[in-house]
């Protein structure tokens, strides 16, 4: 009894010391308000809420602005390596690129805050992950609850031509990085197996190997290409549709279920995998003019606070373990196993080749 | 001594100064950036690095050409099925484009049809709307079980599913593009139409000319060179435009050269964007030079002699009710409807309902909600729309004044300098930024622009890099209008005034611009429409403090936010609408030059 007690008591010491450490340092504070203003490019446009929070917390102006993944690494590209002053810190997403292209350069830096540094796992410290986010295959659950497939060879199947909707790999990096993972040995040794299981002979390849097999299939079986991944939710979820359909996309866009009258349901035990999750990262630039206001942005989007906007709903799983995730959602150590992971090494020497195969994809 | 009295006699001309600055700006505009592009074909950029093996930053290289040009299918799906099939579309909204623009444009200037001055407004409804908009009401209607989600309008009202070919890719594409751009024909063509003098007409009546031979031999070959003008405005505006084949040929994932230069451009691989976008340039440049070698053989049209005060109206008889009633169907099919849709659209919650209990103010005056579309406010108490609209209303002002002013100086200078080879440079200079693809503009603008040149600082991130694009981007239409105006004006007008010994200003501003003044006046009200709508110009432009409406409206549309989208474009047609009357009341004029009246 006693022990329990002490026990709490000691908890609640520890707890309050990380929060005493969790604040900022009031010099970075003063500093940023001498700045008085932070320019963020995100991939996310939950950042106008989280900024405006923070413009009332602190007083200081953000500029945030939204762009898509390619977009943004353009800009950067761009304005970090003529030296023109745009960004002070960026949310980025697409590692293939983001590694290849703006952190071997040097023109992001990263910065981990101090009060952080015990918080956040270390591997997720270099480059500072943001948030995860999960793209996984969500069907219409009007007329039933029960996951829809359970193998993902089944989509290549005459039974499913024209009823699955993907948004072009074309308009999102992470699209595409997807679809280059499965090509890789670990994932398509998993994809031969599946095609085993699901039909008792071994698969034969008309291309290179298990991964592009499925890729190949998967598109030619009258895949329909969406712009957005909300207009894609839309057309799965809305009620009274006669087919049955299922689409791959941000899992975080049946937060529209109640509001626009649709029904969505993940189907989180799919083999070999249910969907992919990516990182979103969080870095300065090389020339940010507000360094101080941005690392203290940084600091802020990392606490419980500064994530409001993205925690009160499922599908986004920030970098830092204290913050809680929606109750109706599952941490990422549950998604882990069942989604496919980018990999940046293998991502940049493979995703051009990958990108060149989809393009010669026809229906 | 003799060539310095050759070179005073020279520039004692005006449209000899104008002729001399002009070639001199705008070869650093327009050809600097050419090679530029060029150069940039054969260079392995930052995002390469993943697809050109073992190569640096800025190295030279063949890899963009060999790939896009010379890799059997893939060389195929990625370069010559998307050039194919931009060519067919772009012929095909063309013809819509001339047909439609030009029956109606013959029906307000010479008929007595009924309804004229409502037509006339509102048949230009849909070159204000920025392209895509017309794309989505087009998928709002007939969108099918294809892509799921709520049934289209069309279907949901008839019961009739609409079939694939219909809703995606080449059909609805053309028609889209073709209707988009109907209202150039509209403008360019009826402007000469109604500015024809109609004595031709009646000499050929009065010797007996059946009016189908009138038409072939006497009203087609006038307007022949605006028609040529059209198709080629209208052939390389859809060879360029983007946001309409993505919309409606991404479902059955049909492909357009720009489709791909979008991609590369943002992608892994700009390298092939910019041979994409040479080989549009090329393309364009092709039709300039059958443009030019038809305006070359004949010699000259003058067809305005002063204004023309007598239009005898073609008396459509019996066919006027059935011709009025076809005429008011299609431009509200084609101009109301959507407009319709999108007032609609803008007040629905849950899509595809349009039950009164899922109306809402939610998207104009609603505070945000977290269930949709992020806690985005509704637009009126958006703070970012009205920065972006401002924006753009500043925008399109200044360029409208600049190209107006320097286009119609251009079509002055052409005209007179007609003959010489500084002339005809100067046309196809005027002319030539027209042809390059606005997005590949774009970006080769950023390149140049981002690092200081000579006394010149870097302008990336200023209002004025994008009011110098958008004047060189849009000069065409204001010299094309100059052009027309000038070459219908007799050159004894000037000379007359010439004699009389009054100043050149006073001869332009007195005399030239009041005669021609709907045609140079469509050259400020083109640029200031053209640059309301543009999103491919600009959006490698746009940096967080000068970003524009379109781009927020394209942003709302490319996330399926449609109500705010909507709701956006619903602002800019008012507003274009709005500043169109203003200046009608002012002056007399108007996007439709007025042609109904």
Known sequence: MKKGRMLALALLLFVSMVQVFAAPSQELIDAAKKEGKVVV?????????????????????????????????????????????GADFVICQDSGRVYGQLIATGYLVNFVPDSLKNVIPAQYQNPLVFQFINKVFIFNSEKTQTPVIKNVWELTEPKWKGLVQFKDPKLEGVNANFLTMLTSPEWSAKLAKAYEDLYGKKLVLTTKNAGY???????????????????????IGIKGQKAQTLGLFVYSKTRYDAAKNLALLPMPDVQPFSGFMYPAFLQMTKNAKNKNAAKLFIEYLLTEEGFAPWSKDVGSYSSNPTIKIDPDDKPVS?????????????????????????????? | MKTANRLKYFFRKPHNIILVLLFVSLAFLTLVPLFSLIRDTFIVHPSEIMSVRGA?????????????????????????????????????????????????????????MAFKPFISVVFIFPYIMPSWTLAMAWLNFFRNKLIGGAPGLFTALTGIETANWFAYGIFPTSVVLGL??????????????????????EAALILK???????????????????????????????????????????????????????TLNGLNPGYGYIMAVVMIVIGLLILAVNQWYLGKRKSFVTVTGKSSNISFIKLKKMRPVISGAALFIVAAIAILPLLTFVVESFILAPGNYSFSNLTTQFWVGLGRED??????????????????????KLSAVVALVVGTVGGLAGYAIVRGRGKKLSAIVNNLAFFPYLLPSMAFGAIYLSMFAKPIGFFPS????????VLIGSVKYLPFASRAGINAMLQLSGEIEEAAIIMGIPWRKRITRILFPIQKSSFLSGYLLPFISCMRELALFVLLITPANRVITTLLFQYNEKGWNQWANGINLLIIIAVLSINLLINKLTGASIDKGIGS
Do not use: C
Request: aromatic share 14%; net charge positive; charged share 20%.
């Open chain 1, 41 to 85: 490019y995100s991939i996310t446009s939950r950042i106008a809420n989280a900024a405006k929070a923070f413009e009332t917390k602190y007083g200081i102006k953000v500029e945030a602005y939204n762009l898509k993944d390619g977009e943004l690494i353009e800009k950067v590209t761009r304005e970090v390596g003529g030296n023109i002053s």
């Open chain 1, 213 to 235: 097999e499925w890729i190949k299939r998967f598109f030619q079986n009258g895949l329909i290409l969406g712009n957005s991944d909300t207009t894609i939710s839309e057309n």
């Open chain 1, 334 to 363: 549950y998604w882990a196993p069942r989604l496919v992971f980018e990999d940046p090494a293998f991502l940049f020497e493979n995703r051009a080749d990958v990108e060149e195969f989809v393009n010669t994809l026809s229906n």
């Open chain 2, 56 to 112: 640096k930053i800025n190295d030279v290289t063949l890899f963009h050409w060999k790939k896009v040009l010379l890799d059997g299918t893939k060389s195929f799906k990625l370069f010559y099925e998307p050039l194919w099939n931009t060519l067919k579309v772009s012929l095909f909204s063309s013809i819509i484009a001339i047909f439609l623009g030009g029956s109606f444009a013959w029906l307000v200037t010479r008929t007595d």
């Open chain 2, 180 to 201: 988009h751009y109907a209202p150039f024909a509209y403008i360019l063509i009826g402007g000469i139409l109604r500015n024809m003098d109609a004595n031709l007409e």
């Open chain 2, 209 to 263: 000319a059946s009016r189908a031979k009138i038409i072939a031999r006497i009203n087609l070959p006038i307007i022949m060179p605006a028609i040529l003008s059209t198709f080629l405005l209208v052939f390389s505006s859809t060879m360029s435009a983007f946001a309409v084949p993505a919309f409606l040929g991404t479902p059955v994932r049909f492909q357009v050269l720009t489709t791909q230069l979008y991609r």
């Open chain 2, 372 to 393: 949709i579309g992020g806690g985005e406010p509704g637009i009126l108490l958006n703070k970012s729309v009205y920065i972006a609209f401002w924006n753009s209303l």
């Open chain 2, 459 to 466: 302008l990336y991130g200023t209002f004025f890099l994008l």
